[in-house]
């Protein structure tokens, strides 16, 4: 036995110190040795433990195939720095990191430049179900991507990019975030995913760390696709959710993504956005594009050179469904005038519970309140597979428009187009405060939702707005910078920590 102990120490002590070929030193620090190929980052992925670094000198490098991390273990690859580290190749993506919902890892990706590709520079990747929250967490920051495919999440597997640079001489379908509650385990089901039906069981997480986080970055677009249409760079869907803070967008979309669709997928869950300043060199229609979920929208400024529409925070597509037939173009049809029933897991269109075979325990529901109508499904205002309501909620948000650099003096109102007034209501679903008159939806004197009850007699006035604080009731940020930044490190350095 004492043979069998000396052998097993040996050999642990072997793979912890041994220089392999392309992979250079001993945990916990680990160097990509040249021509610092994927392979060689592999290799080193390989052998690390939970917790190395595996550190990447400065060279332009291609990758031809993904660096992937695996969900047992997370490490830290960190570059020499944005200018040094440059990646680039036909890797989709170039790094795809793994996470199972339960194992307590932390990955981290930092000082890498991924440039001119039309990939994907990183995949987040829950590889479980959902059931319990992922206790895995990742860290992306201080990298820069220069090209149209920036990073994109599956699943709650959460955690932070923060210090990045995301850049593009046309973004319109430039998808340099792409937020989707699909997890990376497949069940059955249409799309042989989970389509956001576990995500959308779980109330909003506003405060939390429970949504994937963007803080302290800049997105920047310098070229426009359409005469008039502002920069698309981001998108969701099924049940994803983001907390978008700290930000500098100049010339793109606030974050958000799509409602309910018929015979593919939920829509997307929920956006916290504050303190972000957006800025735009041309003449634009609208900076918003979400068609459903919960928003939480307050402390942000506006600079726009023109704007097509009264309000920056105009909702242009509130109350769209998509067709049955399928998830595509057009967006012709008002979820108010849609009728039929749906399977509220598998998403397949029934008539009784009978039809709704594809996942267990599922059944056969109205798509659209009473067989078309109130409320839609997944629409601004409500959350939860039980239609919880949860109002669209702002404050403190200004504007200004004729130049870039023009100082923000008015209130950008959340409002949407007034045929979609029967389906989207103040109090009852919108509560949006005015801080340089100090009126709000719920200390207007209106009966705004024409239940017969304005302002603080109104029940969700009561449950969810805080009158005296002019904010959402009951509600504290999460803690700032976030808890996963440390070290942590300013934008553009040469070699990180």
Avoid at 50 to 56: K, S, Y
Avoid at 398 to 403: A, V
Avoid at 466 to 488: F, G, I, M, S
Wanted: hydrophobic content about 30%.
């Amino acid at each position: 036995m004492t043979i069998c102990l000396l052998a097993i120490i040996i050999v642990n002590f072997v793979l912890a110190s041994t220089s392999f070929a392309q992979c250079q030193g001993s945990s916990p620090n680990w160097t990509v040795a040249t021509p610092y190929s994927a392979k060689d980052v592999q290799d080193c992925v390989n052998i690390a433990r939970n917790g190395d670094v595996i550190n990447i000198p400065s060279a332009n490098l291609t990758w031809n195939t993904t660096v992937v991390i695996p969900n047992t273990k997370g490490v830290k690859i960190i570059g020499a720095g944005i200018g040094n580290t440059r990646v680039t190749g036909s890797a989709e993506p170039k790094i795809e990191v793994r996470i199972a919902s339960g194992n307590n890892t932390f990955t981290r990706i930092s000082g890498i430049e991924f440039y001119d590709s039309s990939a994907h520079g990183i995949s987040l990747i829950q590889t479980t179900a959902y059931g319990v929250r992922s206790k895995g967490r990742y860290r992306v920051d201080n990298c820069s991507f220069n090209y149209h495919k920036g990073i994109r999440t599956w699943g709650n597997a959460y955690g932070v990019v923060d210090a990045c640079e995301f850049y593009h001489t046309d973004g319109y379908h430039g998808y340099q975030m792409m937020i989707s509650g699909i997890t990376g385990k497949p069940s059955t089901g249409t799309m042989g995913n989970d389509l956001g039906y576990q995500d959308w069981s779980e109330p909003v997480s506003y405060g939390t760390e429970y949504m994937h986080v963007w803080e302290n970055n800049l997105i920047s677009f310098t070229q426009w696709s359409w005469s008039g249409q502002v920069q698309n760079w981001n998108d969701g869907h099924a049940g994803g959710r983001v907390m978008f803070r700290h930000n500098t967008v100049v010339n793109g979309i606030i974050p958000g993504g799509h409602d309910a669709c018929t015979n593919s997928r939920r829509g997307f869950h929920s956006v916290e956005m504050y303190g972000n300043t957006f800025r735009t060199t041309e003449n634009i229609w609208s900076l918003n594009y979400s068609r459903g979920g919960g928003f939480l929208i307050y402390d942000n400024t506006f600079q726009l050179y023109n704007l097509g529409v009264i309000s920056p925070l105009y909702f242009p597509n509130p109350v769209y469904r998509y067709p049955a037939s399928s998830c595509g173009t057009p967006w012709n049809v008002a979820c108010s005038a849609t009728s039929g029933k749906i399977c509220i897991k598998a998403l397949n269109s029934c008539k009784t519970n009978a039809d709704c075979t594809w996942v267990p325990n599922d059944s056969c529901v109205n798509l659209d309140g009473n067989d078309g109508g109130y409320p839609c499904r997944d629409q601004f205002g409500f959350a939860g597979n039980d239609m919880t309501s949860n109002p669209v909620m702002g404050w403190n948000n200004l504007w200004c428009k004729g130049s870039p650099n023009c100082t923000p003096n008015q209130h950008a109102a959340i409002t949407w187009p007034s045929q979609d007034d029967h389906v989207i209501k103040r109090e009852r679903d919108v509560i949006d405060f005015n801080s340089l008159t100090n009126i709000g939806t719920c200390n207007d004197g209106i009966d705004n939702n024409g239940d017969g009850l304005a302002d603080m007699k109104d029940p969700v006035c009561i449950q969810f707005w805080d009158a005296t604080n002019h904010r959402k009731k009951n509600y504290t940020p999460l803690k700032y910078p976030h808890p996963l930044r440390k070290p942590d490190a300013p934008r553009g350095v040469k070699l990180l920590n």
